[in-house]
Nanobody, 124 residues
Framework: QVQLVESGGGMVQAGGSLRLSCAAS????????MGWFRQTPGKEREFVAA????????SYADSMKGRFTISRDNPKNTVYLQMNSLKPEDTAAYFC?????????????????WGQGTQVSVSL
């Protein structure tokens, strides 16, 4: 079955960096664009970034532009999210997802498969 497994979350001070990874299995990775979302308790899942099937196209939420970078390694079936200049408001559970639909896929409804999430906590 399809599995998306995130890793790399943790606690970091404001201004620091983290790199999230998402390893995919059970699907043909290059058939899917990949995305990262985040969610805090009581709020809707928020789009962070997406990357096209070949990695040549990317899309970011405005608040993440210039701070976050999404990339993918197709031979490794892995997508990454490099997060720099982290702020306390970036604290959330981060989820990766796979979409076989249109580009850019920026809504949670555009995605077919989801990981379980990894927690990122940013302190002052």
């Amino acid at each position: 079955q399809v599995q998306l497994v995130e890793s790399g979350g943790g606690m970091v001070q404001a201004g620091g960096s983290l790199r999230l990874s998402c390893a995919a299995s059970g699907l043909t990775f290059t058939f899917y664009s990949m995305g990262w979302f985040r969610q805090t308790p009581g709020k809707e899942r928020e789009f962070v970034a997406a990357i096209g099937r070949s990695g040549g196209s990317t899309s970011y939420a405005d608040s993440m532009k210039g701070r976050f970078t999404i990339s993918r390694d197709n031979p490794k079936n892995t997508v990454y999210l490099q997060m720099n200049s982290l702020k306390p408001e970036d604290t959330a559970a981060y989820f990766c997802a796979a979409s076989s639909r249109w580009w850019p896929a920026r809504s949670p409804n555009d995605y077919d498969y989801w990981g379980q999430g990894t927690q990122v906590s940013v302190s002052l």
